[in-house]
Every structure is written in structure tokens, then in C-alpha cells.
């Protein structure tokens, strides 16, 4: 996120002082910032999607009583997403103590150093201001994460400097105070080593930091924010129960609850290279889905949100290539390319032990009945029989990966006056060629998945519609 306004020009703390400048908490910060989003109508959650009603107002809620925060649930259903957007809670631009460790408030010095300094200044200690893309810091947890890396340890090159082992200044501060009146987020919290994740108590209860022996007291004012995977299925560790009760709360995200939601995230994190129409999105998203509800898929890991935007670049990409092959003049994603993701997304999904070596079976099953619900769904109302009767009449229509749109459109039958072509395109919001393609595959396969039609495939993934 970057600056939207410039930093303003107050640079020593009489100066901060005499423009009327007020200290207030991060909690209070974002608490404020918060309130008056939501009085002004203002979206605080941008990017967010199927959250509205059900995540959203338990985060608001414990945002608004300063809680810390854990968010559970599984992969890949845009927890990390959800930390990041909290630093726009935050005010544009704060004043720090310029040149201070840990970004201390001008009338609040924490650390010896800086208390010493604004002792000795005064009024002209110096002030410099600090974007709110600062003061958000993210960890992720890892088992060689050490307590030196969130808390602090003694910097051998302070005490080599002539410092006395018993110096406070002699401390390298670690990720946790260096975000004093910040944001701290620990992804994937449980895989801390449990000793790492007893270091944070203090911070977490007393807000201040133990290192090593040091007699050190640091009022931190800081917010801490983490996201885990259900400890059921978290076989690498686990919350320790005396951190797990210091949060003050813990939100349950989930993975889009409406079809419409599925195809929203798609839609907004898919970085597509061709045309992908909005039918081919939701049968990804129906896929998708089909894949969470499936007993054959281990549901304790989740069918995460990346499979879907994966999918949808991945057919992308199908048609990209094809385009490139045959010449033609726009690369438009059809139902023919489905299967490409299909091939290469199989190691995102964890099988049912009982299911091994199905699959392929598995998937394929899967993908046809989103298929046949997306066609069924988006042409009901629309009467194909004219066009299943000229294929009963002789007239067949090839289709695969090396066929163009343009050669599609050409094998279709002439159905007289009608416009059946016509009406699937306009249902289907069809305007290029290379869309009306797409649209017409559509049908096709609906038809033949609701057994009006037949579909013969050739060694060489041609099918041929008869």
C-alpha cells in the first residue's frame, strides 16, 4: 500500500507538541480508524471476498475490544490476506523518535537510549514519521525460528564495541519490539518449537520482553496477530494452551460458501494471460467445490483456494498456447482446455487413502458434473433440439486441443433460419468469434454429458461429436 499523502513536515517534538499532536495506542489507533470506516459506509476490508456475514463482523468485533488475534482454518482460505489488510487500519503517518530502534513515540520513550536522549534534547529531540506500510511485520513460523528472531538476544558486536554484558543497550531486539506500536503477524503459528512459543507469553500478557538474563522492562505497545491450520490436522505442533488462552480472540475463516464467491476470488487473484469467459470460471468454481464435498478427497487438509486460481491460469495458458500453435488471432479459453488443468493439479489435492490410484477416475468425474450443472444452469430455458437433431441427421463436430476456433465455427450444421448460435452466444455473453466458440463448445458438451449426443475421442484427444 503506498503513501497516499506526503509526511508532514514536523521534525522535533516542541514542534509535535505545539501543533496539538495527541498520543493514542495501536489499539485505539485501529479501534478509531475502524469506527469511522464503518460510520462513513467505507469497505475496511478491500480484496476481501465471502467474508461479509460471517468472518468480518468477528474480526471487527475483536478488533474493537483490542484483542489479539488468532485466524484458524485451513489452507489456502486467505488468512494471510485478511493480516495484511489490518494495516489499513492504521494512520497513514505516525511520529517516531528519529533514529530510535524500535519507533517510539515522540512523548513516550520505552528503550535507555532514547529515554536518555529525550532527557538530554528536550524539545528538540528529533521527530521523523513513519507510513503505517512499516508498521505491519510478518513472520512466518518456521521450526528453526529462534527466540532471538522474535524477542531479542545480546549482540556480540555491541558488547565487542566496550559494553558491559550487563548493558540493555548490549540487546539486539527481535521481530516482536521492533513492531512496538505496530502490527506483528506469525503465519502458520503451531509450527513454532514450543520453547520458541513460550518466549512470547510475556509479550503476549505483560507487554514487555524477557531476554536472557536481563533485567528489562519494555511497555510494548504492539497488536499480535497469527494464523494456524486446525490442530487436527496440524500434525507439526501445536498452539501451547497458556499462548492459545492469551489470544483474545480466535475467528474461523472458511472457503467461499456460494458459487458466486468461489468465482469472485477466482475472478480477482487469477492472473490470466487469455480470455477465460465467465462460464469457464464457474465451472472452475463448481469443480472446485465438488472437490470439498467429495468423500474421496482428505477433507481435513482442504481444497484450497489456489487450486481454483491455478485452474483458471492453467486454461489460460491451454488456450494461449493453442493460439500461438494455429495462428490465431485471440486466445480464448473453451471447454476442451479443462482438462489440462485437471493433468497438472493432481498434486494439489490429498486423496482418501481408499481412493489411491483412482485419481484421474476421480477428478474427471468431478469436472464433467460441473461441466454439465454450469450448462444446464446458464442455457436453461434455451431449446437446443434443432441442433441435436442435425447431429442425429449425420452432421458431426470435432473439437480438441489443436482446433481452432475459427475451424469450430466452420464445422458447425446450418440450421436454417434459426438462431439457435445466436441465442447460446447472447446467454453466454459470446461477442468474438473465439467466444462464440467457446459458447457452442458448451452446449455441445452439455449435451452429450445429459446423453442427448454422443463423443467419440481419438489417441490424440480429438472428440468428435456424432
Given at each position: ?62 478488533l ?53 536522549r529525550?532527557?538530554e ?27 532471538g ?10 558488547v ?5 554484558l550487563g ?12 513492531s ?40 510494548l ?13 496440524t ?34 487473484e487469477a ?10 470460471v ?31 491460469e ?38 482418501e ?8 477416475p ?97 489417441d ?7
Amino acid at each position: 500500500m503506498s503513501a497516499s499523502t506526503t509526511a508532514p513536515v514536523i521534525s522535533t517534538v516542541g514542534e509535535l507538541r505545539a501543533s496539538g499532536h495527541e498520543q493514542v495506542g495501536v489499539r485505539e489507533e485501529i479501534r478509531r480508524n475502524l469506527l469511522s470506516a464503518l460510520a462513513e459506509g467505507r469497505d475496511p476490508w478491500p480484496g476481501i471476498q465471502g467474508f461479509a456475514d460471517t468472518v468480518i463482523p468477528q474480526l471487527e468485533r475483536a478488533l474493537l475490544a483490542g484483542h489479539d488475534i488468532v485466524l484458524l482454518g485451513e489452507r489456502g482460505q486467505g488468512k494471510t490476506r485478511v493480516l495484511r489488510t489490518l494495516q489499513g487500519l492504521l494512520d497513514e503517518w505516525t511520529p517516531v523518535i528519529a533514529g530510535s530502534e524500535l519507533g517510539e513515540h515522540p512523548y513516550d520513550p520505552i528503550t535507555p537510549a532514547s529515554i536518555r536522549r529525550a532527557s538530554e534534547l528536550g524539545d528538540q529531540l528529533p521527530v521523523s514519521w513513519r507510513h503505517r506500510d512499516q508498521r505491519y511485520a510478518e513472520k512466518l513460523a518456521t521450526p528453526d525460528t529462534s527466540v532471538g528472531d522474535l524477542v531479542g538476544d545480546i549482540d556480540p558486536m555491541k558488547v565487542a564495541e566496550g559494553r558491559s554484558l550487563g548493558d540493555p543497550e548490549t540487546i539486539h531486539f527481535g521481530l516482536i519490539p521492533r513492531s512496538h506500536r505496530g502490527i506483528v503477524a506469525i503465519n502458520e503459528l503451531p509450527d513454532l518449537a514450543e520453547r520458541i512459543q513460550v518466549s512470547m507469553l510475556n509479550v503476549m500478557e505483560e507487554r514487555d520482553i524477557q531476554v536472557r538474563g536481563y533485567v528489562l522492562r519494555l511497555p510494548l505497545d504492539v497488536l499480535v496477530v497469527a494464523s494456524a491450520n486446525p490442530e487436527d490436522y496440524t500434525n507439526r505442533g501445536r498452539i501451547i494452551t497458556p499462548l492459545k488462552d492469551r489470544f483474545g480472540a480466535q475467528v474461523r475463516t472458511h472457503y467461499p460458501l456460494t458459487v458466486e464467491g468461489e468465482v469472485a476470488v477466482i475472478s480477482q487473484e487469477a492472473q490470466l494471460v487469455a480470455t477465460v469467459p465467465d462460464f469457464i470460471v464457474e465451472i472452475l468454481a463448481r469443480f472446485t467445490r465438488g472437490l470439498r464435498e467429495s468423500n474421496a478427497i482428505d477433507q481435513r487438509s482442504g481444497v484450497s483456494a489456489r487450486f481454483a486460481i491455478a485452474a483458471a491460469e492453467t486454461v489460460a495458458a491451454a488456450a494461449l498456447r493453442r493460439a500461438s500453435i494455429r495462428h490465431e488471432d485471440e486466445a480464448v479459453a473453451r471447454v476442451v482446455d479443462l482438462d489440462t488443468a485437471s493433468d497438472v493439479l493432481t498434486g494439489k489435492v490429498e486423496f482418501e487413502s481408499g481412493h489411491e490410484g483412482r485419481e484421474e477416475p476421480v477428478l474427471e468425474h468431478l469436472l464433467r458434473m460441473a461441466v454439465a450443472d454450469t450448462a444446464r444452469s446458464r442455457l436453461r430455458g434455451i431449446d437446443l433440439g434443432l441442433l441435436v437433431r442435425s447431429i442425429e441427421e449425420g452432421a458431426e463436430i470435432s473439437t480438441g486441443d489443436d482446433v481452432t476456433s475459427a475451424d469450430l465455427l466452420a464445422a458447425l450444421p446450418v440450421l436454417g433460419e434459426s438462431d439457435l448460435y445466436d441465442q447460446i452466444a447472447e446467454r453466454l455473453g459470446a461477442h468474438t468469434p473465439g467466444e462464440r466458440a467457446s459458447a457452442v463448445e458448451l452446449a455441445l458438451e452439455g449435451l452429450y454429458l445429459a446423453r442427448k449426443v454422443s463423443k467419440d475421442v481419438d489417441d490424440d484427444g480429438r472428440a468428435t461429436y456424432r
